[in-house]
């Protein structure tokens, strides 16, 4: 307890007023000698008693009320330090539990509800318990309730689940849960079975100040086994033959014993294809290779399984013996080729979207007329080669493009642009440079930090500037607008802006030999890929990710063959079925303020295998995402608890900070709102002592 | 002089009495007075009634013979007393702080006066006075003896009310030391247990002493007329109590008339004679009613 303006305090000694006025009536008061008060003191003086206590009940009275007011005038407040620099009070306890996959091992969890349990059984009713729930993240699963009973039901009630262990987001959370807490002592309970994988020292992490880290290690009582680590795909294409896929499947053995035999099998689509055994030696790693399968069907799930199917779990933790991935062909990247000339003007842009592997591209090369009909709905890229754009069109194009699609205009002579739709251009064309007389224009002024150069930035991986331009359109980039190229006048070669779900991009020269020699070039091809990678959004999707990952959806769909008019009308809906059979819609994330929606995102929480699918008859490629746990989290190798106890209250292994706390804003203002009560409480005294000495006066007159 | 308010009737003020400072003077002043009144005092007779008569032996004093008996039976009978000698008179005074309580005059100087008459009276009868003041413990003697009356008187003036009383303690001790019969007289405010008064008052009694018990009170000790709401203080113990009187002024009569009238009860079953004195009574008024009293009640004894 402080006070803001203690010298206020110096009105106390207005307490002796009272006492002195009594003092001197009790003076005044004449004292008569009497003989005996034998007589008087047989009468029942009941009467002459009651006058005292008033007196003493008003005296009292005043006492206090000045006591209060000077005390509320002194402005007191209290401090987080003072209170947990109490001896006693209550205390605010949090408990963190760990619920990572590896609390599942041997009887490791229940032994975690007990030690919980156990530690919450010295606990008052004053005091206030939180419970938290953490692995990879950290929930709140109950918030400062005195109920004891109901914390630990809480805590029977939860079950370890697929994360792995990290302890700074629950040392956070807990943090900023008692940095809330006005109660005198502040009190973590850490319950967890301590992995030295899931601490990483942060020098920012501390408790508040007077916070005990108390810690309570819990042992499965076996030793780790095995586990299996990601598997290796090798993927084989020949021509006309449809695409195989090597799987090769790596066994960790953390024991100091080898294992012999231990069966693993492959599984696709629920069944087992290929069965195998495996040795590993002591604490070494093992791999094995199925043999090759081919895959027709998209969204293939394949499970490698250690242990017969059904049959004896191979060790006490199970979650790290499964590993889930999906085998998907390989899904072309719809790309139309637009050129007005002969097949030449598309040849080497042809040509070389024939050759890409990741991704794939289908090309189809088309004639200006099949930018009017359906063709534009079955590609995700559209390549134009020096073609003239009506309104209809533009009207086409930039709806396909705000759905997602992705457009490169290349710029020659006949190439233009309604100047209706003008500013929807990254740039604004002009009129065409000529390059013929003189030296050649040659690009330079590269952005090698975007997705199309970045391939290009290390020495000696593209020139650009060998090839020669002999005529271009002049662009004047729009001011939202990136250029990722210039022309060694300065002039901007390539220029990008992002319109709603998709891109566009200017180019200034043509795709074919007759502006520019940029086509006989060595960096033509990867050029091209890249661009069409860039506009189609192609990332190449993994065949598994790992439990607290986030699946980009949308890329997901470009992956698995989406055009730009099934992605649009897959973000007006998707279901989600996770891997515990649960159905719900993704949410679908809302546009920024400049027009840009960011994709569709997906955090995965169980393991297995989450499907996703696209609402509507027209519907997009159905998406199935595999998930495994954290291969890291099957290392049970124990940290010392002391260790992450003095990193976290800077006071070495004894578990208690003893830094200045500094309070949030309302728990500040909550603790100087003391002076508010003291002074209400001093005038509702004065108030009584006015009506109570109204009534005495009255009695004795 | 003054004379007391009560018709057909002249007596001396107490409070004049007591200006007067010579005690000797104020007994004969008192006492001349009561005796030119009365012509005859009637206290001592119940002393020296005759006993028996019983035949002469060789030995005796002819003068004790009782000739009209001879006259008629013609034999020497010797005449008997109850008391074969003047009687002893003493007086036990309380001196205790109480006692020197009083709004016109302390209930001390009354008693002491009364003492003084009673002792001039008896000692004009020939008797043998003395005096023993006491307050918790005996303060002062003085040995009954026909001499002593000066020595009483003096005692008698020096008397202060100093310290607490107690009325039981001494009057147990006193009890032994009266060996010979006589009349003891105690003068106090007797405030203790009518009980407690006479188990002390008991053994002085049953040696056949003859008792007189002079309650002396203050006006205001009887019809509390306080006024204002104030601390009272104890004089004895010191103690103090707010009080206010008009609230009980009531209940502190009754249990003052209550105390009183135990007082007379027991006193007449002892028996022992019991007389409450008013301090604003005359004195010789006093006496008068006292010796009326005592007249009375031995001819029904």
């Avoid at chain 1, 309970?189 to 916070?211: A, E, H, K, N």
């Avoid at chain 2, 119940?46 to 004790?64: C, L, N, Q």
């Avoid at chain 2, 002593?148 to 039981?168: I, M, S």
């Avoid at chain 2, 009170?217 to 203080?233: K, L, N, R």
């Amino acid at each position: 307890m402080s006070f803001l303006t203690p010298l206020f305090l110096l009105g106390l000694a207005a307490l002796a007023v009272p006492i002195l006025i009594h003092l001197t009536q009790r003076e005044r008061k004449s004292v008569v000698e009497f003989p005996s008060l034998m007589f008087l003191r047989k009468i029942p003086y009941e009467s002459v008693q009651r006058r005292r206590i008033r007196d003493w009940l008003l005296l009292a009275l005043r006492l206090a009320a000045i006591a209060l007011i000077v005390t509320a005038f002194a402005r007191p407040f209290l401090r987080g330090s003072d209170l947990a620099a109490a001896p006693g009070g209550a205390r605010d306890i949090v408990v963190l539990l760990d619920r990572s996959y590896s609390m599942g091992y041997g009887e490791a969890w229940a032994r975690a509800q007990s030690a919980a349990a156990d530690a919450l059984s010295s606990t008052t009713p004053a005091d206030r318990i939180s419970v938290v729930l953490f692995a990879d993240t950290a929930e709140v699963a109950l918030r400062s309730t005195p109920d004891r009973s109901r914390a630990i039901a809480e805590i029977d009630a939860a079950t370890p689940g697929p994360g792995s262990t990290k302890y700074g987001p629950a040392l956070k959370l807990a943090g900023s849960l008692l940095a809330e807490s006005l109660l005198p002592r502040k009190e973590v309970i850490l319950v967890s079975d301590f992995q030295r994988g899931g601490w990483q020292p942060d020098d920012t992490l501390r408790m508040p100040g007077g916070t005990t880290v108390t810690t309570a290690v819990v042992d499965g009582g076996q030793a780790a086994s095995l586990a299996l680590t990601p598997v290796a795909l090798l993927r084989t294409r020949e021509q006309g033959q449809p695409e195989r896929v090597a799987v090769t499947a790596g066994v960790l053995n953390r024991t100091a014993t080898a294992a012999n035999d231990v069966p693993i099998n492959l599984e696709i689509d629920g069944r087992i294809v290929q069965d195998l055994k495996i040795s590993v030696a002591p604490s070494a790693s093992a791999s094995i290779s199925f043999s090759p399968l081919t895959i027709t069907a998209p969204n293939t799930r394949a499970v490698v399984r250690l242990g017969t199917a059904g049959g004896a779990a191979v060790d006490g933790l199970t979650r790290d013996n499964t590993f889930n991935f999906v085998l998907t062909p390989s899904a072309p990247v719809p790309v139309m080729a637009v050129s007005a000339g002969s097949a030449d003007a598309t040849l080497y842009l042809s040509r070389a979207l024939a050759i890409g592997e990741a991704p794939h591209f289908n090309a189809s090369m088309q004639s200006p007329e099949a930018l009017a009909g359906d063709a534009l709905n079955r590609a995700r890229v559209i390549f134009l080669n020096d073609i003239a754009i009506g309104d209809a069109v533009a009207t086409r194009l930039v709806t396909f493009v705000e759905g997602g699609g992705g457009l490169l205009m290349a710029l020659g002579q006949r190439a233009s642009w309604p100047s209706s739709r003008a500013a929807w251009l990254p740039a604004s064309i002009g009129p065409t440079v000529d390059r013929t007389r003189g030296a050649a224009a040659r690009l330079s002024g590269m952005d090698y930090g975007h997705a199309i150069f970045e391939p290009f930035r290390a020495p000696r991986s593209g020139d650009f500037s060998t090839a020669r331009f002999y005529s271009y359109r002049g662009l004047t980039a729009a001011k939202d607008a990136s250029v990722l190229a210039r022309f060694d006048t300065g002039e901007p070669a390539l220029v990008e802006r992002t319109m709603g779900r998709g891109r566009v991009i200017v180019y200034a020269s043509t795709l074919d030999l007759n502006w520019n020699d940029l086509a006989l070039k060595p960096m033509f091809l990867p050029f091209v890929h890249q661009l069409g990678r860039h506009l189609s959004g192609f990332k190449e999707q993994p065949a598994w990710l790992t439990i607290g990952q986030v699946l980009d959806v949308d890329a997901a769909e470009v992956a698995a063959g989406a055009t730009s008019g099934s992605a649009a009308r897959a973000a007006a809906g998707r279901a989600i079925l996770t891997p515990g059979g649960q159905r719900r819609d993704l949410a679908i994330p809302a546009a920024t303020a400049g027009g840009t929606t960011p994709a569709a995102a997906l955090e995965l929480t169980e393991q297995g295998f989450y499907e996703i699918r696209s609402a509507g008859r027209e519907a997009g490629p159905t998406i199935v995402a595999a998930s495994n746990v954290n291969i890291t989290e099957s290392n049970l190798d124990r940290m010392d608890p002391n260790e992450l106890v003095a990193s976290v209250t800077g006071n070495g292994p004894a578990g208690s900070t003893s830094g200045q706390d500094v309070l949030p804003d309302e728990a500040q203002e909550l603790a100087q709102r003391v002076w508010w009560y003291l002074l209400f409480a001093g005038i509702l005294l004065l108030i009584a002592e006015t009506v109570i000495a109204h009534r005495y006066s009255r009695v004795r007159t | 002089m003054a004379t007391s308010s009560m018709p057909g009737a002249k007596f001396v003020d107490p409070v004049v009495l007591s200006r007067i400072g010579n005690l000797e003077l104020i007994a004969k002043t008192v006492v001349d007075g009561l005796i030119n009144g009365t012509h005859r005092s009637p206290f001592f007779g119940a002393s020296v009634d005759f006993a028996e008569h019983r035949g002469y032996v060789a030995g005796d004093d002819i003068r004790r013979v009782d000739w009209r008996v001879y006259a008629r039976t013609d034999k020497y009978y010797i005449k008997e007393f109850e008391a074969d000698s003047n009687a002893n008179f003493s007086v036990l005074l309380d001196v205790s702080k109480s006692m020197g309580f009083g709004t016109r005059i302390s209930k001390l100087d009354y008693a002491k006066t009364l003492a003084a008459c009673l002792s001039y009276l008896a000692n004009a009868q020939r008797d043998r006075v003395g005096l023993i003041t006491f307050d918790s413990e005996v303060i002062d003697h003085v040995p009954a003896s026909a001499k002593h009356l000066d020595v009483v008187l003096h005692t008698l003036d020096r008397a202060k009310p100093a310290r607490p009383g107690e009325l039981v303690g001494p009057l147990r001790k006193l009890a032994e030391h009266f060996g010979r019969r006589g009349i003891i007289v105690v003068i106090s405010d007797f405030y203790a247990e009518p009980e407690e008064i006479f188990h002390a008052v008991g053994p002085i009694v049953h040696r056949g002493n003859d008792v007189v018990l002079f309650h002396v009170m203050d006006p205001q000790e009887i019809d509390f007329s306080f006024t204002e709401a104030s601390s009272f203080e104890d004089m004895e113990s010191g103690d103090q109590m707010p009080i206010v009187p008009t609230k009980l002024a009531a209940d502190y009569k009754r249990l003052v008339e209550a105390h009183i009238e135990t007082l007379s009860k027991k006193a007449a079953q002892q028996p022992v004679d019991y007389m409450l004195l008013n301090t604003d009574m005359p004195l010789d008024f006093a006496l008068f009613r006292f010796l009326s009293m005592r007249q009375r009640l031995a001819r029904t004894r």
